[in-house]
């Protein structure tokens, strides 16, 4: 079992930067890698970025290239979602996820447990 406590988010306005913590617990194979994923009302659930934990190998969707930036604590129990340059279409619920892959994805099968969200707002 893995549980993950998502934190941070918040309201900004375009070109400006906010972060997002995801606090995981549980047993470490089933959180071999983790990612962010965001989804806005009527869309499908979108990867942002992933991180194996082991390597600390990341992948980003080319939308968020440059500006967002997934990090792990040394533990391996905190990832982080630095993002700057935020743009209106950033503007999402973003969602922490959890899965036993060996390499970072941004696949939503790849991830077996997430956490309940945090709400992303991005003002023009």
């Known amino acids: 079992q893995v549980r993950l406590v998502e934190s941070g988010g918040g309201s900004v306005q375009a070109g400006g930067s906010l972060s997002v913590s995801c606090a995981a617990s549980?047993?470490?194979?089933?959180?071999?890698?983790m990612g962010w994923f965001r989804q806005t009302p009527g869309k499908e659930r979108e990867g942002v970025a992933g991180i194996d934990i082991g390597r600390s190998s990341t992948l980003y969707a080319d939308s968020v290239k440059g500006r967002f930036t997934i990090s792990q604590d040394s533990a391996g129990d905190t990832v982080f979602l630095q993002m700057n340059s935020l743009k209106p279409e950033d503007a999402a619920m973003y969602y922490c996820?959890?899965?036993?892959?060996?390499?970072?994805?941004?696949?939503?099968?790849?991830?077996?447990?997430w956490g309940q969200g945090t709400q992303v707002t991005v003002s023009s």
């Open positions: 996820a959890a899965g036993p892959c060996t390499t970072a994805h941004l696949g939503r099968p790849a991830y077996f447990y």
């Open positions: 549980g047993v470490r194979y089933w959180r071999n890698c």
